[in-house]
């Protein structure tokens, strides 16, 4: 069974950085596509980053220029590092993997990043 477990989160000036991490086991890493996704409190879960198993990126459009999702497969592990951050960007932060469009979607605990002075 995979399991996703998120680190990184905390609170943050605006302006400044922080980088999520997810550890991903249970599985074949390198096969899943990894998605970082954001949930605001009485707001939808929104797709923020995808990376796929060859590395190729997508972006939620208002946040192109300051995050950048990476991986290493190596390590089992993506990251999501967040620059430049507003306090819009207050969210939970939830790792996920799936194998579209094969039904197979896992999401870990979530982390709490907080923007604000």
């Known amino acids: 069974q995979v399991q996703l477990v998120e680190s990184g989160g905390g609170l943050v000036q605006p302006g400044g950085s922080l980088r999520l991490s997810c550890a991903f086991s249970?599985?074949?890493?390198?096969?899943?596509?990894m998605g970082w996704y954001r949930q605001a409190p009485g707001k939808q879960r929104d797709l923020d980053a995808t990376i796929t198993s060859g590395g190729s990126t997508n972006y939620l459009e208002s946040v192109k220029g300051r995050f950048t999702i990476s991986r290493d497969n190596g390590a089992n592990t993506v990251y999501l590092q967040m620059n430049s951050l507003k306090t819009e960007d207050t969210a939970v932060y939830y790792c996920n993997a799936n194998r579209l469009p094969l039904p197979e979607s896992y999401w870990g605990q979530g982390t709490q990043v907080t923007v604000s002075s």
């Open positions: 249970g599985s074949i890493f390198n096969i899943y596509r």
